[in-house]
């Protein structure tokens, strides 16, 4: 699934397509995760694109209208910007056509992604948005803050990483990386991390998510930029894919936790 990481490097990627005006949307195929909108067409024609950003995992398109296009990839989806001698291939599920002759597609073979249509002052009461956490790149987002919320919390901190609602961008690749550069176990429950591994925690956050935007994510499971560019970060992975290799006299292992694989050096990564 893109993370916070290939999502933005996803927005950075759009801005070919700021203040270009829409001409046409081609919808290929109405239900994804979601069905799309019945009157997306006519709210997206002759607007023009005011406003590319991120929350969370989500893409935000604001346009001229007051409204806003919001682009969720799930599992495998992917947006690419291409010129009108674009012909469209399996898993294009729509289209939108610029009057500069760009046109930006949504493509997603497992289709576990959607795309919605609200009005912009409306966004932040959606609920895929009001129930989210603190952004993890968010500079508010403090030690004092999570342990203030961990600090009695029976739950693993893979888990709590991984929590959409307590801290909002972290997926299961990055979590790993994580918990390995700031040499916390993905075994230690919330209530035993002291404000000074949190701490340490978000300092790595900031350091690994920086770190992957800088590559352009990462590709492990074919995720692409909008032109069509291969993401890098996985060249940097220190744990996540690693099992059995050597790390400073320790071994990557891998174990499941919550149906999810974690891989940590035990040796390395024990706070106890």
Same mark, same amino acid.
């Given at each position: 699934?893109?993370?916070?990481?290939?999502?933005?490097?996803?927005?950075?990627?759009?801005?070919?397509?700021?203040?270009?005006?829409? !001409?046409?949307?081609?919808?290929?195929?109405?239900?994804?995760?979601?069905?799309?909108?019945?009157?997306?067409?006519?709210?997206?024609?002759?607007?023009?694109? +005011?406003?590319?950003?991120?929350?969370?995992?989500?893409?935000?398109?604001?346009?001229?209208?007051?409204?806003?296009?919001?682009?969720?990839?799930?599992?495998?989806?992917?947006?690419?910007?291409?010129?009108? +001698?674009?012909?469209?291939?399996?898993?294009?599920?729509?289209?939108? #056509?610029?009057?500069?002759?760009?046109?930006?597609?949504?493509?997603?073979?497992?289709?576990?992604?959607?795309?919605?249509?609200?009005?912009?002052?409306?966004?932040?009461?959606?609920?895929?948005? +009001?129930?989210?956490?603190?952004?993890?790149?968010?500079?508010?987002?403090?030690?004092?803050?999570?342990?203030?919320?961990? +600090?009695?919390?029976?739950?693993?901190?893979?888990?709590?990483?991984?929590?959409?609602?307590?801290?909002?961008?972290?997926?299961?690749?990055?979590?790993?990386?994580?918990?390995?550069? !700031?040499?916390?176990?993905?075994?230690?429950?919330?209530?035993?991390?002291?404000? !000074?591994?949190?701490?340490?925690?978000?300092?790595?956050?900031?350091?690994?998510?920086?770190?992957?935007?800088?590559?352009?994510?990462?590709?492990?499971?074919?995720?692409?930029?909008?032109?069509?560019?291969?993401?890098?970060?996985?060249?940097?992975?220190?744990?996540?894919?690693?099992?059995?290799?050597?790390?400073?006299?320790?071994?990557?292992?891998?174990?499941?936790?919550?149906?999810?694989?974690?891989?940590? #050096?035990?040796?390395?990564?024990?706070?106890?």
């Amino acid at each position: 699934m893109p993370e916070l990481p290939e999502v933005e490097t996803t927005v950075r990627g759009l801005s070919v397509i700021l203040n270009q005006k829409i !001409s046409n949307v081609k919808i290929h195929t109405s239900k994804l995760r979601f069905k799309i909108p019945n009157n997306i067409t006519n709210i997206l024609r002759y607007s023009k694109i +005011s406003n590319l950003r991120r929350i969370a995992k989500f893409i935000i398109i604001d346009l001229d209208t007051d409204y806003s296009l919001v682009i969720h990839l799930g599992m495998s989806g992917r947006l690419k910007t291409v010129n009108k +001698s674009y012909k469209r291939i399996k898993h294009d599920h729509f289209v939108m #056509c610029f009057l500069s002759g760009i046109l930006l597609v949504y493509h997603d073979p497992r289709r576990f992604g959607f795309i919605d249509m609200v009005q912009t002052k409306d966004l932040q009461k959606q609920r895929y948005i +009001s129930t989210l956490g603190v952004d993890a790149l968010n500079p508010d987002f403090t030690a004092q803050m999570i342990f203030n919320k961990i +600090s009695k919390s029976e739950v693993p901190i893979k888990q709590i990483l991984l929590n959409q609602k307590l801290i909002a961008g972290i997926g299961n690749i990055y979590a790993s990386e994580i918990l390995f550069d !700031s040499k916390i176990s993905p075994l230690t429950l919330g209530k035993d991390l002291e404000i !000074s591994l949190i701490m340490k925690l978000i300092k790595s956050i900031r350091k690994i998510l920086k770190k992957a935007i800088k590559y352009g994510g990462s590709s492990i499971r074919d995720y692409r930029s909008t032109d069509g560019t291969l993401g890098n970060f996985q060249s940097n992975f220190k744990v996540y894919n690693k099992e059995g290799k050597k790390i400073g006299g320790d071994k990557v292992k891998k174990i499941v936790q919550y149906g999810r694989s974690t891989f940590y #050096c035990p040796k390395l990564q024990n706070n106890k």
